[in-house]
Nanobody, 125 residues
Framework: QVALVESGGGLVHPGGSLRLSCAVS????????MGWYRQAPGKQRELVAG???????KYADSVKGRFTISRDSVVNTVALQMNSLTPEDTAVYYC???????????????????WGQGTQVTVSS
């Protein structure tokens, strides 16, 4: 059973910083990409930042220059450093991993999606 466990959410004032972390546990053959999504009340879940196994990154326009995603492929962790937070960043943040559960899936190129349980980030004065 693969599990993604997030930590680091909380309440922060506007302009403040938070660092989210996510650790993957369980048996998984290979993780190809990892990322962070968020969902605010009444809105759809959106990609915040993603990083591939090769280290390529992408960011939502709204967070470029403020957020930084990093990954340790050896221990299967991903982090999101969030600076200059605004109330519009308030949401539940979810860790995501995409990869192959097994060698068999790898040979078939069958990827699976894995999600964390979410961590609340609230930016408020």
């Amino acid at each position: 059973q693969v599990a993604l466990v997030e930590s680091g959410g909380g309440l922060v004032h506007p302009g403040g910083s938070l660092r989210l972390s996510c650790a993957v546990s369980g048996s998984i053959y290979r993780i190809n990409s990892m990322g962070w999504y968020r969902q605010a009340p009444g809105k759809q879940r959106e990609l915040v930042a993603g990083i591939t196994s090769g280290g390529s990154t992408k960011y939502a326009d709204s967070v470029k220059g403020r957020f930084t995603i990093s990954r340790d492929s050896v221990v299967n962790t991903v982090a999101l450093q969030m600076n200059s937070l605004t109330p519009e960043d308030t949401a539940v943040y979810y860790c995501n991993a995409v990869g192959f559960r097994s060698l068999y899936d790898s040979r078939r190129r069958y990827e699976s999606d894995f999600w964390g349980q979410g961590t609340q980030v609230t930016v408020s004065s």
